[in-house]
Structures are given as C-alpha cells and as structure tokens.
C-alpha cells in the first residue's frame, strides 16, 4: 500500500491519501480524541502524540497537528497508523455509526427554498473545491440575509479561511442569492 501525502493551505494540518476509499458516503469530522471512538481508523490516528484532529472525505484523511509539533516528527507515525489500520481488515467506521447525510443543518420555514438554492450552491460549487484542499464547509444556518458556514478538516482554523468565506463563498453565494447579505463561521 502507497500513501500519497498533499501540504494543504493550513500549515497545521497534512492531507493523506491511501489510494482507496475512506468515506463511501459524506465526511466525517474528529475535532478531537474523545470524538474518535466512533471510528477504528481516527482512534488510531488519535494515538500519534501530537495530533489534535482528524477529518474524513471520499478518498483522504486530513489530519491536524499541535502548534509546535513539526510534520517531520509525526508524519511517519500517522502513515503507519493508516497503513496498519488499512492492512488489518477493521471498517472505517464502527457498525452503525456512518452517516450518509449531506452533512448540511436542517432549515424550514419561510426561508427554505433560498436555504435550498444554498446548499445546491454549496454542494456544486464549493464543497468540491475545499475537498481539493482537505476539508469541508457544510450549512449551518440562514438568518436575516447571513449565512453561517461550518467548516472542518484543512478549512478549520486555516489562516486563509477568512478570505475564503468573505472573498469567495460569499461573493458566490450573493451573486447567485441576492437575499444573502453575509457569510459568517460558525464553530460547532
């Protein structure tokens, strides 16, 4: 088995790439050690020293480093922890835990068809792109014109985040929605 590992836009986190697939279905987010017990794969990751988060999409693994914790010193490890992972037959996720949802909030009421026009945007548009880089901005809410965004894996905590939101998901989304006003994160 071959991982390919890809630098992402935020220094603290580290693409991997086992050349099979992680995720059938949506992504799957580990902002820490006591979220991973629903995931052989992410608990295994948890036990490099150092690492602080793990995220799941289709085909990659994006893991989180602690500042000051250099890539050169954990990297080695988190490879043979997915390798080993990979080579032992155990499931990604623990029976009964995957979750096939967009990965979107729930939203109805007055706004649900603009919420909708959101995450089809979302959903074509962006998520595909944050992918790229190792992460995810799924839904969180409409309310008054702003739309608050969740992101994960590489996109949380990125210092280029900001831009993204404001420069580029946001001019989108109100050029394609005239009645979204703002774009805002929101941590979980």
């Not at 490879?79 to 995957?98: I, K, N, R, T, W």
């Not at 026009?117 to 995810?136: C, F, T, Y």
């Not at 210092?159 to 420069?167: D, F, G, I, N, V």
Request: net charge negative; charged share 20%.
């Amino acid at each position: 088995m071959f991982i390919q590992t890809e630098s992402t836009p935020n220094p603290a986190t580290l693409k991997f790439l086992p050349g099979q697939t992680v995720l059938e279905v949506g992504t799957a987010d580990f902002p820490s050690a006591d979220a991973a017990g629903k995931s052989p794969l992410a608990s295994r990751i948890f036990a490099v020293d150092g690492v602080t988060g793990v995220f799941f999409g289709n085909d990659f693994v994006t893991v989180t480093k602690a500042d000051g914790v250099e890539w050169d010193h954990i990297k080695p490890a988190i490879l043979g922890a997915v390798m080993e992972h990979y080579q032992s037959g155990q499931p990604v996720m623990a029976d009964g835990s995957a979750d096939p949802a967009s990965g979107h909030a729930e939203h109805s009421g007055e706004d649900a068809e603009i919420v909708n026009q959101i995450k089809e945007l979302l959903d074509s548009r962006v998520r595909p792109a944050v992918a790229q880089d190792g992460g995810d901005i799924t839904f969180h809410g409409f309310d008054r014109g702003v739309v608050y965004l969740h992101m994960q894996g590489a996109c949380a905590g990125c210092p280029s985040s900001t831009l993204t939101l404001k420069m580029g998901i946001e001019n989108l989304l109100r050029h394609y929605i005239p009645e979204v006003t703002e774009v805002r994160p929101v941590a979980v």
